[in-house]
């Protein structure tokens, strides 16, 4: 043993052993995701050498990258003869104005010098948009790669989308496209224990996963927008993704599973028992994250030979080798020490350690997993209130996240009865909306000291029937009966 302990090495030790990527970006957007799944699922990537050069005008300091010059440009274009004679330099800097704002909707462009790749995601819709792993895209690589290898069917179908490239971002970006691609074959799920050796809440996920991204598909296919249909892809991969960080512990450490609550009670915490127990859901799986984490240093230490006698003599950790040690650290890891004098095993201690471990790089690092869970759910419309920087989080979905909700769990031309919707969104997402004893049953075996009854689910059913309603997803029959069909009433 011996070695002080590095505590970035042990996050990274961790993550690449049981997790697959790295869930710290404290700015991880949707479009990081949607361009690692992208990538993933193509199977290459494009140099985009054209359209950088062309659309990146200028940082946020208005410097302009050597080679992006207007005057340079407008050369080359005229050479190229990929514009009219009579455009004006004036209305080249327009036109890439607009598609540097374009192709950086969900600001996910970052104009550095060199057009380097790593700070680069671009907002569009074809592979011809596709650059090599930018910050925060481990994650979508990692969806990428359990999509193409559990819903492969769903993963030909977004490749056969990207290839098509006509979209309006890609039919304005022609004159300039490139096909220069390069080979992305990396699985990052393959190697990791949870799925060489899957216990029943993996295959309950990887189960979800294969009905759900069928039914989507199918709906998909039903829709003529490329850029719609990806949206709503992204979000699927988005929601998959929060599941599968909610799992970890389940995964791993055999726990229960923690259902995602949905509010549409409309009201605040203070108001409504289910919006508090929503509220309560968020937390429960922001704790089963932190264990999950524990867990694992716990792992590493274990296998580094650290014991209960190393542990009570080893030095505070350390987050970056060149800085010493902050008082807070040293609280920490003394009091760490006070609690695990009292352990009778190695491994007992080793889990104090690792709960401390944890906290200590909440307080070190720049951003932990529930924070990157958390601005990653608000910024897609899965959590709620919207300030990012809000500590209570709840489960109320924005329109464009249910809509593939919904279209992930009922087929065209499908029926179904509010029972059998309840129970398709309990397989296929772990949701639970309300309406039934067997909800409740599940709410209170996860281990939640929920202060709801059954009456105010079924009011939460009934908010969530009213709005399917409204967006002519569902009507009520006139025996009262729901008939849930995403084609709207005859």
Avoid at 77 to 101: F, P
Avoid at 300 to 315: F, I, M, Q, R, T
Avoid at 345 to 370: K, N, Q
């Amino acid at each position: 043993m011996g070695e002080r302990i590095n505590l970035h090495s042990f996050r990274k030790e961790v993550d690449s052993t049981y997790v697959g990527f790295t869930p710290n970006g404290g700015s991880i957007k949707p479009v990081h995701v949607a361009s690692g799944v992208q990538r993933c699922i193509y199977g290459g990537f494009n140099t985009t050498m054209q359209i950088k050069k062309l659309a990146l005008v200028s940082d946020a300091k208005g410097n302009v990258s050597a080679g992006s010059e207007l005057e340079t440009i407008y050369s080359v274009l005229a050479e190229n003869e990929t514009i009219e004679d009579g455009i004006s330099e004036g209305s080249v800097e327009s036109m890439r104005n607009v598609m540097q704002r374009l192709l950086s909707a969900d600001k996910g462009v970052y104009v550095v010098k060199g057009l380097k790749d790593d700070m680069i995601s671009f907002t569009a819709g074809s592979k011809y948009f596709l650059t090599r792993t930018s910050i925060y895209e481990d994650t979508g690589e990692f969806i990428g790669g359990l999509i193409r290898s559990y819903c492969p069917e769903l993963a030909e179908y977004i490749k056969e989308l990207l290839d098509r490239a006509n979209d309006p971002i890609s039919l304005l970006f022609e004159p300039v496209l490139e096909s220069s691609m390069q080979v992305f074959e990396k699985n990052r799920h393959e190697d990791l224990p949870a799925f060489k050796s899957p216990n029943a809440a993996v295959e309950w996920y990887l189960k979800g996963l294969n009905e759900s991204g069928l039914c989507l598909m199918d709906n998909l296919k039903q829709h003529p927008n490329t850029l719609t249909q990806l949206r709503l892809f992204n979000f699927f991969c988005i929601f998959q993704l929060i599941r599968y960080m909610a799992l970890l512990e389940a995964f791993y450490c055999g726990k229960n599973i923690r259902p995602v609550l949905l509010d549409f009670s409309g009201m605040s915490p203070s108001q409504s028992s289910v919006a508090r127990a929503s509220e309560m859901a968020y937390t429960q799986m922001h704790k089963s994250i932190n264990r999950f984490y524990a867990w694992g240093y716990a792992q590493k230490l274990k296998e580094k030979d650290y014991s209960k006698e190393a542990l009570l003599e080893s030095e505070t950790p350390v987050y970056d080798e060149k800085k010493k040690a902050s008082v807070e650290l040293d609280t920490l890891w003394a009091l760490a020490k006070e609690r695990a004098s009292g352990c009778t095993t190695d491994d007992e201690v080793r889990i104090v350690f690792g709960e401390t471990m944890y906290d200590m790089l909440a307080l070190e690092a720049s951003s932990h997993p529930v924070n990157c869970l958390k601005i990653l759910g608000t910024s897609a419309g899965a959590l709620y209130p919207p300030d990012k920087m809000h500590p209570n989080k709840r489960f109320v979905l924005s329109q464009d996240i249910l809509e593939m909700i919904l279209r992930s769990t009922v087929s065209p031309d499908e029926i179904l009865s509010g029972s059998d919707m309840r129970n398709r969104l309990w397989e296929r997402f772990g949701i639970i909306v309300g309406g039934s004893t067997c909800e409740l049953e599940k709410l209170q075996n996860s281990g939640m000291l929920l202060q709801i009854d059954e009456d105010s689910l079924e009011r939460n059913f009934t908010s969530f029937a009213v709005l399917l309603e409204s967006m002519d997803f569902a009507e009520e029959m006139a025996d009262g009966i729901l008939q849930i069909r995403l084609g709207g009433s005859d």
